[in-house]
């Protein structure tokens, strides 16, 4: 017999509707204040060194240093973070508990926070379904490098050749494609069942009702 896959997921985008835009809307109350600070001070390079390792405490003061009269909003990014959290993606969150509960080992490797991937972990169930995750705030290595790939398949003895990686990220997917792992882009919970079900994992042919 032909030993499935073993699916490689990212959670952000996938998993996790996530998104600065969610909490300075809810913050300002205003979708043109929010798209101005979005745009004029917070960067995604800035969040990225977040999910790189930085602690949040340093990341706002120096921020902070360069904008004092947006301290207040640059603080919330740290002290009202769960509003960054939009939703969560129900059908994805199905269909991998389906293959838990096939029995396949399931892995991810997500560009996160360390700090608020330890909310996540104690506030998103979901998250205790997965075998093994790799978070990049704690590895200090974010995607699309691909280290962090071959962290997650040192770490829990995988065969890069035996896994496939699902990321919404076009980057991503070719990293991992690098190290010679399948990979599918992301595009909805609807669209990946097909393709994993012709890839021969166990999922039934639509989500139940």
């Not at 300075?24 to 995604?44: C, M, N, P, Q, T």
């Not at 969040?47 to 360069?66: H, M, T, W």
């Not at 909805?188 to 994993?196: I, M, S």
Request: proline share 4%.
């Amino acid at each position: 017999m032909t030993t499935p896959l073993i699916p490689v997921f990212d959670l952000g985008g996938v998993f996790v509707d996530w998104s600065p835009r969610h909490l300075y809307e809810k913050f300002y109350g205003d979708a043109d204040k929010a798209r101005w600070f979005l745009a004029h001070v917070y960067s995604d390079k800035w969040n990225l060194e977040f999910d790189a390792g930085k602690p949040f405490a340093e990341g706002v003061a120096e921020l902070s240093g360069r904008f004092p009269e947006h301290h207040e909003a640059i603080e919330a990014f740290d002290t009202q973070w769960r509003d960054t959290v939009g939703g969560f993606y129900h059908d994805t969150i199905a269909l991998h508990a389906e293959l838990v509960e096939a029995g396949l080992r399931t892995y991810a490797i997500t560009n996160f926070s360390a700090e608020k991937f330890a909310i996540a972990m104690r506030e998103w169930t979901f998250l205790r379904q997965f075998d093994g995750i790799v978070v990049s705030g704690t590895e200090q290595l974010v995607k699309p490098d691909y280290r962090i790939y071959w962290r997650l398949t040192d770490r829990f003895g995988l065969d890069p050749a035996q896994c496939v990686f699902i990321d919404d990220s076009y980057p991503n997917i070719a990293a991992a494609e690098k190290i010679g792992m399948r990979a599918i882009h992301f595009t909805g919970a609807a669209d990946l069942r097909e393709r994993l079900r012709d890839l021969g994992l166990p999922l039934s042919a639509a989500a139940a009702e």
